[in-house]
């Protein structure tokens, strides 16, 4: 599909696995005019993923970026921690860290919680109004491994036959951060989180808003489909993931230091991949813009 880089204010340099661009010559540190953002927003749109490299940003700073594009997420979905290592409660803790700021123990709460990331998945899809943005900024990195890994699932749609698409259509899934955890074995929610993650109806197939394209909206937290056996419902979700993460459809992220990553939930699947975190530190840091609406009200026909 044709974009037009020469109009922007700014470089851009798209990726090869069909989507995803590199932008050059902004500083996102900086106030940006509303040309500027305009066009970051276009791009955004068109490639669902934007990698924005040697941007030295703080928490504050961060929070100003995403902030151009609406209104954040109310609160960070974690396990329930008595002291948080970040400030801002709106920042999310993507590291093996404590509050300390030392490496997390082997058996932590928090650390089995987060390999959840691990696993492909589109951020809040288990929230009514799932996310639409999220940016991530690299403040340190391991040597080795923890790369960040997408897929397009408007890609992931379109290559699909059509009969099998329309047959997708009408289906709506549960999803829930219970589903996700459960699937390495990751149980020991308590009441209170049990609640506060209660499954979500959210359709398998919507319409990308700014661009018209139908996509895929798929997760690790899917733990059913309605009016389907429950084996029957994992099974097809397991095949769609493996089809629309086959290696030549995914952008692996190799992280630099203080790269900022910014991605469309609605349009993406992601997922962290492995590194030594019992030696090395790995602090990330996300900012979550909020969807405004249910995936159950865009659907295609
Ligand atoms: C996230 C996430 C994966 C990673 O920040 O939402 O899933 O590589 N991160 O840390
Ligand atoms: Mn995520």
Redesign the pocket.
């Known amino acids: 599909m044709f974009f037009d880089t020469k109009s922007s204010a700014f470089e851009i340099e798209s990726l090869p696995a069909g989507f995803g661009a590199r932008i050059h010559g902004l500083d996102l540190s900086q106030a940006l005019s509303p040309e500027v953002v305009a066009s970051i927003q276009q791009a955004i749109d068109h490639f669902a993923v934007l990698v924005f490299a040697q941007q030295m940003l703080d928490d504050g700073a961060q929070i100003r970026f995403a902030r151009y594009f609406g209104e954040m997420e109310a609160s960070r979905a974690t396990v329930a921690v008595e002291k948080h290592r970040l400030a801002h409660p709106q920042l999310?803790d993507?590291s093996n860290l404590n509050e300390a700021g030392t490496i997390l123990a082997v058996d932590d709460r928090r650390r089995m919680f987060n390999l959840g990331?691990r696993l492909w998945?589109?951020?809040s899809s288990f929230k009514v109004k799932p996310a639409k943005y999220?940016f991530?900024h690299a403040r340190e990195i391991p040597s080795q491994g923890g790369e960040t890994e997408f897929c397009d699932t408007r890609l992931a749609y379109e290559a699909l036959g059509t009969k099998e698409g329309n047959a997708l259509m009408p289906l709506i899934c549960e999803h829930s951060l219970l589903f996700s955890r459960a699937q390495l074995g990751f149980s020991g929610f308590t009441e209170e989180e049990q609640l506060r993650f209660a499954p979500v109806r959210q359709r398998l197939v919507r319409r990308h808003q700014p661009t018209g394209r139908v996509c895929l909206f798929l997760s690790s937290h899917i733990g059913g489909i309605e009016g389907m056996p429950r084996p029957e419902a994992l099974m097809l979700i397991r095949d769609l993931i493996e089809a629309a993460t086959r290696p030549d459809r995914v952008y692996q992220h190799r992280w630099s230091c203080f790269d900022l990553v910014m991605w469309d939930?609605r349009a993406t699947m992601?997922?962290?991949r492995a590194y030594n975190d019992q030696f090395e530190r790995r602090d990330m840091r996300?900012v979550t813009i909020a969807g405004e609406v249910s995936s159950l009200d865009e659907a295609i026909c």
């Open positions: 999310n993507i990331n998945h589109s951020d999220s991530l939930n992601h997922r962290g996300r």
